[in-house]
């Protein structure tokens, strides 16, 4: 469906002060998720117990914020009771939705908790409008996170198509695969996004020296190499430097990350309901920054500035490295 | 016990028609296999080559008594895309759905979910089976056991491990063949013909790692199934699926008939798999629970 309103700006939250950072920089609503295997930011020191997640829900709520809960990893076979449990919490808790991409978990909430309403994580990798109107008959899913393969153009046609409002990925770090179907990380390193919320495990990274500098690995499989006294960088699988034919380099991706921020007006055309940026394992700090710098940006679309004048608005938001509106722009395919 | 059969999955690469129908009519006539997938599922670009062939591929199949299965694509984007997916759907024959796209088309008639779908547990094969699943292909990540948990709560539904071959392993909206030959999508040049069994990528200290396939990034190591049939029985495990590759698939599809009638035991068979010119090692780490990149078995 095509959203005329004001854009929602929705915001990582991977611990409670950062929740509370988010709404107070002036976020719409915040997505969190438990501490366990339920989200696919399943990260040591991050996200929330079910008492943290139900004080942030009233604090984002006396703020006039609401709160997203993602429970987007895939039920473990022979065990889904944590994801149902996660779910059940997440409704108890009064959260503003559920963000989920397994038909089980999905199917579970539809159920046993047709008051809460639904969002299609972009695990689910639903792009086609057959598909999100699958998603949509089955669970009554009343938004879907786009997957990051869409141009701004075909989120415009897809938007004619759909009865359930989009959200789109506007500022973080950017897959390059389709999510919710990478398998690389298990397959190098045992563990995944899909199977336990989590992509190149930090346990299985190790930086070795040798003569020709550092290698930077990942369960033994180099990802990249950097001279000697240059900073090494974590050894994402997707953003490594491999050698294919006679070439080496960057073969999926540059280490670039998302910034589609000159883009929100033209998000706004092709009628984005809401607009997100990644990142719950970031710091307070960051969160602060970012969300401030957006919630500037998207009041400036709305009050009709143009690309230009919000560009300025987000100069300052880089992260040192470089930047790409990834697949929004028909080049980057 | 249950016999356990043979599939042939879809193939990966892109063949020109010629080689697919050489290739196709000899798996009709030399091989023994129950099931062979047809039809392209990594890039609709390449479908206006190889839609020509595919009728007289299914024939011949049909005739040599293989049960034919329309696969369909695991990413649809545009527009021609989708309404072949619909298209294909609309068959008597037996339908693969890789992408959720397809299952409003093909609900209430039966289907096969390809490995490209994600069932990772019985509660989602429970209710794709009341959509009319009646094949299961699951992710190639889960292990053995945990396909036998999910199979064995779901006993109407016959479940397919992926036994032989590079593994699907990631999709992308960029393709890669043409960003390594510094081109776009959009005017690729089917460069990904040239490399039959995907182009090899290894890391910059030249470990073999993955294969690029145009959108598709698959393990450069050849995943191999090998267990003994009462294992797989064991855990209601009823085909086996062979990823079609450049190497002699006829003497692969015989190898895995010897081991699922037990006149060759997993060791003999990797043998013999091993002698062949396979584009990469075998590995079957992740049926038993481990990296896919790893071996587990005995050598």
């Given amino acids: ?333 | 016990m249950a016999r356990v059969a043979l599939t042939l999955g879809p193939l990966f690469f892109h063949w020109p028609a010629e080689r697919l129908r050489n290739f196709y009519f000899r798996i009709a006539d030399e091989t023994s296999l129950e099931r062979v997938h047809v039809g392209e599922v990594v890039c609709g670009k390449r479908m206006p080559f190889s839609d020509p062939v595919w009728p007289e591929i299914i024939e011949r199949l049909e005739r040599g008594g293989k049960e034919v299965v329309l696969s369909t694509l695991a990413a649809p984007a545009t527009v021609r895309e989708r309404k072949a997916i619909a298209e294909l759907c609309a068959d008597g024959r037996l339908v693969e759905i890789n992408d959720i796209t397809a299952l409003p088309a093909r609900s209430g008639r039966p289907f096969v979910t390809g490995p490209f779908l994600n069932v990772y547990n019985e509660a989602t094969a429970r209710f794709l089976a009341r959509h009319g699943a009646a094949t299961i292909c699951p992710p190639v990540e889960l292990s053995l056991d945990t396909v036998g948990t999910i199979a064995g709560a779901c006993p109407e539904v016959g479940f397919e491990l992926f036994a032989f071959g590079r593994l699907p392993l990631a999709l992308s909206g960029r393709c890669y063949h043409a960003r390594l030959h510094g081109l776009h999508k959009d005017s690729c040049q089917f460069t990904c013909e040239q490399d039959p069994d995907g182009l090899a990528v290894d890391t910059l200290d030249d470990q073999p790692f993955l294969a690029i396939n145009g959108v598709q990034t698959l393990s450069a190591q050849i995943h191999s199934l090998l267990v003994e049939p009462a294992e797989l029985a064991a855990r209601n495990i009823r085909r086996l699926r062979l990823s079609p590759h450049g190497c002699d698939m006829v003497e692969v599809a015989r190898t895995y008939r010897d081991l699922v009638e037990e006149r060759q035991d997993p060791e003999g068979a990797r043998f013999v798999l091993s002698c062949l010119e396979l584009p990469g090692t075998l590995v079957d780490g992740y049926a038993h629970g481990l990296a896919g990149s790893q071996l587990a078995a005995r050598a």
């Fill in chain 1, 1 to 333: 469906m095509t959203t005329s309103g004001r854009m929602e700006l929705v915001c990582p939250a991977g611990t409670p002060s950062a929740l509370r950072a988010a709404v107070q920089a002036g976020a719409d609503s915040i997505y969190c998720g438990f501490r366990d295997e339920t989200n696919a930011r399943n990260f040591p020191g991050l996200n929330f117990s079910p008492q943290e997640l139900a004080e942030g829900i009233r604090f984002a709520h006396a703020h006039g914020s609401k709160v997203l809960v993602a429970i987007n990893t895939f039920a473990r076979a022979g065990d889904t009771d944590p994801w149902r449990h996660a779910a059940d919490t997440a409704a108890a808790c009064g959260a503003d939705a559920v963000i989920a991409a397994d038909i089980a978990v999905l199917d579970h909430m539809a159920t046993q908790h047709p008051g809460t309403r639904l969002h299609l994580s972009v695990q689910a990798a639903a792009a086609t409008p057959e598909s999100i109107g699958f998603y949509a008959d089955a669970f009554n899913v009343r938004r879907v996170v786009l997957p990051r393969v869409l141009s701004v153009q075909e989120i415009a046609a897809l938007n004619r198509l759909i009865k359930v409002e989009t959200e789109a990925f506007v500022f973080g770090g950017l897959c390059v695969m389709i999510e919710g179907r990478c398998y690389l990380s298990s397959y190098a390193a045992g563990r995944s996004p899909n199977l336990n919320g989590v992509c190149s495990p930090p346990e299985m990274v190790s930086y070795d020296e040798d003569r020709e500098g550092t290698a930077a690995r990942l369960a033994g499989f180099t990802i990249d190499r950097y001279a000697p006294g240059e900073p090494a960088g974590y050894p994402t699988l997707c953003k490594g430097r491999f050698k294919a034919g006679d070439k080496a380099g960057y073969l999926f991706e540059d280490p670039v990350s998302l910034n589609a921020g000159s883009m929100i007006v033209a998000f706004k055309a092709a009628g984005v309901t809401a607009l997100k940026i990644e990142g719950r394992q970031r710091g307070k700090g960051y969160v602060t920054e970012v969300v401030r710098a957006f919630r500037k940006a998207v009041d400036a679309a709305e009050q009709g500035h143009d690309a230009t004048e919000i560009d300025n608005i987000l100069a300052g938001l880089s992260e040192g490295g470089r930047q790409t509106t990834g697949a929004y722009r028909k080049i980057w395919r």
